[in-house]
């Protein structure tokens, strides 16, 4: 129990919530910013859980190799950092290659996140992945109604959950934490 | 460049004479005010003085009716959970707001799981309560009800005292969270008809880690911690004597200076919202402009989120609040915006901008510069706002 208790109390001191320097850098000057207006594929995604957006435009040239990349996203310090991210390990890449490109390769390449914004790099490849879809039906002459398009996004891969009262990992559907004994009727 | 604190709802520094009050009872040793002989009478009498200072600040007839914490959310768990228990025999109902803060949430949500039923009335669009739904929320099962003063996110001041009438006349204990309240406006327990009061010493410039807790005489309560016979019986533990002693100088200090203050912080509020469409549009002011503190105004930036607000207003050296879901721990957006009906989008955006009496325009011009230029850098990578 007391062992329990210590370890839980380490992980918090280590995993602070402020940003890591890599996060600023990318917080602080974003790469690829704005709208491709010809873009070969548009992907948008929305996070209900905190409210952020964001969109990604590709343009693919005939290598099928991402020769332009840019974001747009409403979000916080991390979600800005992560599209900021995600664009620079998408850029240059072939479709292939950057259709691989996980939400972990998106923190690990951030050098990590605050655990409570873990989710925000969902959101990244996500936007990804639907812009690559959306370029490959236009090639394939598929057409989507715009609500197909816009994926929503939810508990997901990757994710996990938190006691909003410890901060301590929690089963997505725990109805009260373990460690501290409250009730989490309310999603978490 | 220095830095400008335009987050004082989160923290005020020291007063330079209470931090002087502080330095001369460390250097004095006080001894423990519960010892019976001379050095015991005489940290007793430094800690009935601040108990008078205090009890003069919010006109408690009877400086007994003061109690001692270790801050704001001691006393709201004192009050609430202290009267709930101590009454469950009158009734097991409590009547209180979706706006509260957390301390009174939470321990209202704690004795809820209890088996206490709880009715949490709507706020209109300015963020007040109605106190003709308190009178219909009041059944014979209630024996409490608790409203906040003014609201810590919007600064919007609630109609304590009409609700007060409503809670003598039902003979209903009635407790108000007034932390953010007390000793930055006129609180007075015989206008406001309150039975319990909860404030902390640091919003009027005292230290942190002290509060008090207002128990009109006869009111049914227990402690909070058992222990001693300390606080009147109230709160066990020997006191934070320190603390308290400055708490006191900073409640005499704000006594004498509380109207000046006002006025000083008010016209930096007429000023910060009269300047504000000068720099940015598209924002909703969220602070009921008629009834609300004068140092605190919450606003909405429409298309970007506060957090983001916030980091890159920190890179300039200006400390503002965010409310947005992503600068909590638990991700959700604030009850108190959405209380408000704010959409959650709108409610990303939020600032809490708080200052004191010794702001200055200049400061509020730098702010208003800084946050012009971060809403332009934030929205022209938005998509919210290229769609609108």
């Known amino acids: 129990m007391f062992e329990k208790h210590n370890q839980t109390n380490d992980e918090r001191v280590e995993e ?62 991390s979600a800005i950092a992560v599209s900021s991210m995600l664009t620079e390990l998408a850029k240059g890449k072939k479709i292939a290659e950057a259709r691989e490109i996980t939400n972990k390769d998106v923190a690990e390449a951030l050098e990590g996140l ?30 989507r109604e715009p609500e197909e398009r816009q994926e929503k996004h939810e508990h997901g891969e990757g994710e996990t959950c938190y006691c909003p009262y410890c901060d301590v990992e929690i089963s997505e559907t725990a109805e009260f934490c373990e460690a501290c004994q409250r009730d989490l009727t309310e999603e978490h | 460049m220095g830095f ?35 050095a015991g009478e005489q940290a007793a009498e430094k800690l009935a003085d601040a108990r008078q200072q205090v009890a003069n600040l919010v006109n408690a007839g009877n400086a007994k009716e003061i109690v001692f914490t270790s801050g704001g959310t001691e006393s709201v768990n004192h009050a609430i959970k202290g009267t709930a228990m101590a009454n469950r025999e009158k009734g097991s109902h409590i009547v209180t707001t979706n706006i509260e803060h957390n301390a009174v949430l939470r321990s209202i949500k704690r004795l809820s799981n209890q088996g206490f039923k709880v009715t949490s009335l709507p706020v209109d669009a300015a963020g007040r309560v109605d106190p003709a739904a308190v009178e219909d929320a009041i059944t014979d099962e209630t024996i409490l009800v ?49 039975d319990l009061l909860s404030f902390a010493s640091n919003p009027f410039s005292g230290p942190t880690g002290v509060g008090g807790l207002y128990i009109r005489r006869g009111t049914r309560i227990f402690p909070l911690l058992d222990g001693g016979v300390q606080e009147n019986n109230k709160r066990g533990g020997t ?32 000023y910060l919202a009269e300047q504000l469409p000068e720099y940015i549009d598209e924002y909703i002011v969220n602070t009921d402009p008629a009834h609300s503190l004068p140092n605190l105004l919450n606003i909405s930036l429409k298309y970007i989120e506060g957090e983001s607000v916030m980091l890159m207003l920190d890179e300039e050296n200006l400390a503002v609040a965010t409310k947005s879901a992503c600068a909590t721990g638990s991700l959700r957006a604030s009850h108190v915006l959405l209380s408000l009906g704010l959409s959650h989008a709108d409610a990303q955006g939020t600032l809490v901008v708080s200052w004191g009496s010794d702001h200055t325009r200049a400061d509020i011009d730098k702010f208003l510069a800084s946050l012009a230029g971060v809403v332009n850098t934030l929205r022209s990578m938005s998509p919210l706002y290229q769609k609108a």
């Open chain 1, 114 to 143: 605050p655990k409570n914004k873990l989710h925000c790099s969902n959101l990244g490849a996500d936007a990804l992945h639907m812009a690559i879809q959306n370029y490959e039906d236009k090639k394939a002459g598929v057409t």
């Open chain 2, 4 to 38: 400008i604190n335009l987050d004082r709802i989160s923290f005020n520094p020291l007063l330079p004479e209470v931090k002087q009050v502080m330095i001369d009872a460390i250097n004095s040793d006080l001894h423990n005010p519960s010892s019976q002989h001379k």
């Open chain 2, 146 to 194: 608790s409203v906040m003063h003014s609201n810590n996110e919007t600064g919007t001041i609630q109609p304590i005292a009409e609700i007060g009438e409503v809670t003598r006349r039902k003979k209903v204990l009635f407790h108000c969270d007034a932390v953010d309240s007390v000793g930055v406006v006129p609180v007075d327990v015989e206008k406001l008809n309150v």
């Open chain 2, 239 to 270: 006191e934070n004597l320190v603390g308290i002693i400055g708490m006191g100088k900073a409640a005499e200090l704000a006594v004498q200076h509380m109207e000046e203050r006002i006025g000083q912080m008010q016209a930096l509020k007429d």
């Open chain 1, 16 to 77: 602070s919530a402020m940003y890591n320097q890599v996060v600023m850098d990318h917080f602080k000057n974003p790469r690829n910013v704005g709208v491709i207006e010809d873009a070969d594929g548009v992907g948008e995604v929305g996070n209900p859980l905190c409210g952020d957006m964001m969109t990604i435009y590709l343009k693919v040239d005939e290598d099928e190799k991402i020769s332009d990349i840019k974001f747009q996203t409403f979000g916080c310090g």
